[in-house]
């Protein structure tokens, strides 16, 4: 396996596109959108100029690794890749329409998977006629730094997909555990019925956006708080996987806060769009909790 297609350019496609060519692979990173893949490389080409100012890496790997990217808008880029990652926003018809493209244009070798974070892999696949090579590949953010990647198997997945995507996995310096294919996985089954928690608090008035984050970050060893972090995943993110979850799993506990809700609506979508439950508007860092919680 060398060539590599990444679909979608935002938070996770442009971190899985600069692993990889970190790693020396050949990446196509495809976007509909011009200007995000614009924008996804400068924040690569930045990553990577963070870690050769930190002395990760030299300045010539950096260049390498940013000629081991391609962006482009031309889906028919993506034919000859013997793997392809998809990682568009989180949405099932979406989702379901690039597999469908992706089954008919490339080769009938090439290994399908998704990123998602809790649409069902059996339901991607099912619309390929290659159901056994269709598998979930759920990297974490930041994908350059996490070490974990959780792969889904489906229904369908054969076992020598699964074992190549561990091994390429490994390749990339990550932990692949694997999981069977249930609404959210396990990463996110734990871990978005705790920010929609968090939310709650936050609208039931038990306390402030700081102290909530701190009482997780002091009191029980989390390296960031569960809102922070709701900001760095993307609030629009996390309301769609708790959709998903609710959907597949039908518990209450899975429904989307309406303050999260709200905040989405409103085009607060955490450190993407600017704003969340912090401000980032001057910094990426989370210091200055936004006003309307102040
Ligand atoms: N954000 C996280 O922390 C996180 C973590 C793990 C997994 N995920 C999953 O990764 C996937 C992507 O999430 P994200 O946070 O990077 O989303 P994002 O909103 O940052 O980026 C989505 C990208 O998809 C592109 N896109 C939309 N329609 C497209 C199409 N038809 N063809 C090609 N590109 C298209 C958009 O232009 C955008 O650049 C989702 O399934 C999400 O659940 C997200």
């Given at each position: 396996m060398k060539n590599i297609s990444v679909i979608g350019c935002g938070t996770m496609g442009n971190g899985i596109a600069q692993t990889f060519a970190q790693y020396n692979y050949n990446v196509i990173l495809y976007d509909i959108s011009k200007e995000a893949l614009d924008k996804a490389m400068l924040v690569i080409n930045k990553n990577l100029g963070r870690m050769v100012i930190?002395?990760?890496?030299?300045?010539?790997?950096?260049?390498?690794?940013?000629?081991?990217?391609?962006?482009?808008?031309?889906?028919?880029?993506?034919?000859?890749?013997?793997?392809?990652?998809?990682?568009?926003?989180?949405?099932?018809?979406?989702?379901?329409?690039?597999?469908?493209?992706l089954d008919l244009e490339c080769g009938k070798?090439?290994?399908?998977?998704?990123?998602?974070?809790?649409?069902?892999?059996?339901?991607?696949?099912?619309?390929?006629?290659?159901?056994?090579?269709?598998?979930?590949?759920?990297f974490m953010n930041p994908v350059p730094i996490m070490s974990l990647v959780e792969i889904i198997n489906s229904k369908h997945t054969s076992t020598t997909t699964t074992e190549t995507i561990i091994e390429i996995s490994e390749k990339l310096g990550k932990i692949p555990l694997t999981v069977n294919d249930y609404p959210g996985f396990i990463s996110n089954r734990i871990l978005m019925p705790m920010i929609n928690e968090a939310i709650?608090?936050?609208?039931?008035?038990?306390?402030?956006?700081?102290?909530?984050?701190?009482?997780?970050?002091?009191?029980?060893?989390?390296?960031?708080g569960p809102l922070q972090l709701a900001d760095l995943i993307g609030l629009d993110v996390c309301k769609s996987i708790l959709e998903v979850m609710f959907k597949g799993i039908n518990k209450n506990k899975y429904v989307p806060n309406?303050?999260?809700?709200?905040?989405?609506?409103?085009?607060?979508?955490?450190?993407?769009?600017?704003?969340?439950?912090?401000?980032?508007?001057?910094?990426?860092?989370?210091?200055?909790?936004?006003?309307?919680?102040?």
């Open positions: 930190k002395d990760v890496i030299s300045e010539e790997k950096k260049n390498i690794t940013l000629k081991n990217i391609i962006t482009t808008t031309d889906f028919n880029m993506i034919k000859k890749s013997d793997l392809v990652i998809e990682a568009v926003s989180e949405n099932l018809d979406l989702k379901k329409s690039i597999f469908k493209k070798d090439t290994i399908l998977a998704s990123n998602t974070s809790s649409i069902s892999i059996t339901e991607l696949a099912e619309s390929t006629n290659r159901k056994d090579k269709v598998i979930g590949m759920h709650e608090a936050l609208e039931d008035g038990v306390s402030t956006v700081k102290n909530i984050d701190g009482i997780m970050k002091l009191g029980m060893g989390h390296p960031m309406k303050l999260l809700i709200e905040l989405v609506e409103d085009g607060k979508l955490g450190v993407k769009s600017g704003e969340g439950f912090y401000d980032y508007s001057n910094s990426k860092k989370a210091e200055i909790v936004s006003k309307r919680f102040c």
